[in-house]
């Protein structure tokens, strides 16, 4: 009985160093797969949308040169050169006004201040004695906005080149307050805001 046990004992043995060793060898067989890596780069950047109004207090730009003493029936005009400074092309271009200082000069939309913006296909000329500017075109005069009442929001402006990256409008803005206006248009002050707003062009495959 004795020789019996021992014989045992001594196979099982045997087997269990035979099934770790096969496990071992197994392992072994994970780490010797053929492998092959390549690569690239990809530069990626981002284009900008910028639109810029010409120097303050220079026939570039006007705009913020007030004008008082108005009667019914006179017009301001005031220039802007309007320039596409990004690299991208541009969907659309629109014209927010907005009165921080409000009076019946903006807010009657039938005798109140009337604005319309047309451009010159080459800088206006500029006469008369500041603030009292007057323009001439010797070019081309494009409408950009047909008049109407002074105060707006999101207007679109036709017909501009700034439409295309690196292009200039000259712009010159007419507002009129209407010969109809009456005495209760008298004495008023108003501060109105214009805030162009240029949109990128539609998203497509680069």
């Known amino acids: 009985m004795g020789l019996n046990l021992k014989s045992t004992s001594g196979k099982l043995l045997a087997s269990a160093a035979l099934v770790a060793a096969a496990a071992s060898v197994a392992g072994l067989g994970t780490y ?20 810029a109004l010409g120097a303050a207090s220079t026939a570039a730009n006007r705009l913020a040169v007030a004008s008082t003493g108005l009667v019914a029936g006179d017009t301001v005009q005031r220039t802007a050169a309007l320039t596409n400074s990004g ?28 604005v319309a913006i047309d451009k010159c296909s080459v800088a206006w000329t500029e006469a008369g004695t500041a603030p009292a500017y007057t323009y001439t075109c010797s070019g081309t005069t494009t409408t950009v906005l047909a008049a109407r009442p002074v105060i707006g929001a999101d207007l679109p402006l036709t017909n501009l080149a700034t439409i295309t990256a690196g292009s200039t409008d000259n712009l010159r803005v007419t507002a009129t307050l209407p010969a109809a206006a009456g005495n209760a248009f008298q004495g008023k002050s108003s501060v109105v805001d214009f805030t162009f707003t240029g949109t990128q062009r539609s998203a497509t495959n680069k």
């Not at 390549?38 to 284009?47: D, K, P, R």
């Not at 009076?103 to 039938?110: H, K, Q």
């Open 32 to 51: 010797g797969a053929f492998t092959s890596t390549t690569a690239a780069t990809a530069s990626v950047s981002s284009g900008t949308v910028n639109i």
């Open 87 to 114: 690299s991208q092309d541009l969907a659309a271009v629109t014209l927010t006004t907005a009165a921080t200082t409000s009076s019946v000069l903006d807010t009657d939309v039938l005798n109140g201040l009337q």
